[in-house]
């Protein structure tokens, strides 16, 4: 699991909710939540049975959000940084996408900006890259909510929303073996809407070689009804058992926000806006955890050929083919003159071979095409510190009739 440069691909999942804060950008007519350092008042003013009530409201509305976040197409900005000793940048990872549906209503992700990953000392895997994709991992919803203690802590004012304030904890910690992770933090909770707005902590369980930064999660109103997440910021050293520290900066936002279910047509691939590359904010500080994992110095440079080793993350790979073989365009597509752009995910093995592809999107009719010409693709071997690595990566084919 230890690897150099090694990342697994996002899949379509999110943490918690979030939103910038006012301080940062401004949404509007749109009710947000903001981080203005207020005093925390009122922790005895309510009874047990006043504060039992408001935890059963607010985990049922986190049930409803739930739900309706699956009736959403939004936008993903994912940035991921590794800082070095000087607080310069030695590693980015950065992915732009949409995340909408198709015609028989599955969501799924359009990829607009990924280029290759130059993180060095830590590894995302596939669960923290779903969690960046839509779905709060932290199941705080009525079903799971017996298995936490919410210690009312009292209220807070914040850009004129009167909020509850919560410290959460799991009952008890789950094993790692378990893969279940649970959230161990304080969240902010509407007085009028009964919807959690903030959040701030991290996940759990820890182990000696898997840790998660202290993030802060906000929330946006959308629709008037949903507080949905659209920001997410994190800074923080993760200190591994082998004495390793590894510090990463992460910057997540959620946009665009709109209910699909439509029919939908793909014709190109966009680019990240101009102020995409651009460092980031460094005002709220807000929740999604990645899991990373520290540089193993020791661990063998993968020559056995019995270990499994994690793809390195290769972004669109179009142009580091050395033979990329134009798909056929099927009758059938050409009959109802079909057009549009066809991603197809490939892992690629040590030699440059294309081991396996699945279409992530694109017409129905031009699919198989794509994804029968991506396994004719050829690559040189990638070599990360001397070692050939298998990849993974997005080739895009364009149809016209």
């Known amino acids: 699991m230890v690897q150099s440069v090694l990342i697994h691909p996002l899949k379509s999942c999110l943490f918690v909710a979030l939103l910038l804060s006012t301080a940062a950008f401004a949404f509007g007519q749109q009710t947000t939540a903001d981080t203005k350092g207020p005093t925390i008042t009122g922790a005895n003013s309510l009874s047990q049975s006043q504060i039992d009530e408001i935890i059963r409201k607010f985990t049922a509305k986190e049930t409803d959000f739930r739900r309706a ?29 949409d995340f909408t549906f198709d015609d028989q209503g599955n969501r799924f992700e359009k990829i607009g900006f990924f280029p290759m990953s130059s993180l060095q000392g830590i590894t995302l895997t596939t669960e923290d890259l779903e969690d960046l994709g839509g779905v709060n991992p932290f199941a705080l919803e009525g079903a799971k909510a017996a298995q936490y203690n919410f210690k009312y802590v009292g209220k807070e004012r914040i850009d004129e929303l009167d909020l509850y304030v919560f410290d959460v904890a799991p009952k008890v910690m789950p094993s790692p073996k378990s893969k279940e992770r649970v959230f161990v933090g304080r969240i902010w909770v509407d007085d009028h809407d009964l919807q959690i707005v903030k959040a701030k902590g991290k ?80 005002q709220p500080k807000p929740e999604s955890q990645p899991k990373t994992t520290p540089q193993n110095q020791d661990v063998p440079k993968a020559d056995n050929p019995t270990e499994e080793t994690a793809p390195v993350e290769g972004g669109f790979l179009n142009g580091k083919a050395i033979d990329l073989p134009k798909p056929e365009y099927p009758e059938e597509a050409r009959k109802a003159q079909a057009r549009g752009t066809v991603q197809v995910e490939v892992l690629v093995d040590e030699t440059g071979k294309v081991i396996s592809a699945r279409a992530l999107f694109g017409p129905q009719t031009l699919l198989d095409a794509a994804v029968k010409a991506a396994k004719r693709a050829r690559f040189s071997p990638m070599i990360v510190n001397g070692v050939a690595v298998k990849v993974k990566g997005i080739l895009t084919y364009d149809f016209a009739p």
């Open 69 to 97: 976040l699956n009736s959403y197409a939004f936008k993903r900005d994912a940035l991921i940084q590794e800082i070095g000793m000087g607080g310069q940048v030695i590693g980015e990872y950065h992915r732009v996408s």
């Open 203 to 282: 996940a759990g369980p820890e182990t000696k070689t898997n840790k998660f930064p202290i993030v802060e999660t906000y929330r946006e109103q959308i629709d008037g009804k949903y507080w949905f997440p659209t920001y997410v910021y994190a800074d923080d050293d993760l200190v591994f058992d082998n004495g390793t520290d590894v510090r990463i900066r992460m910057r997540v936002k959620y946009s665009d926000f709109v209910v699909g279910r439509g029919k939908v047509t793909i014709t190109e691939i966009g680019e990240a806006p101009p102020d995409q590359k651009t460092q980031p904010q460094t």
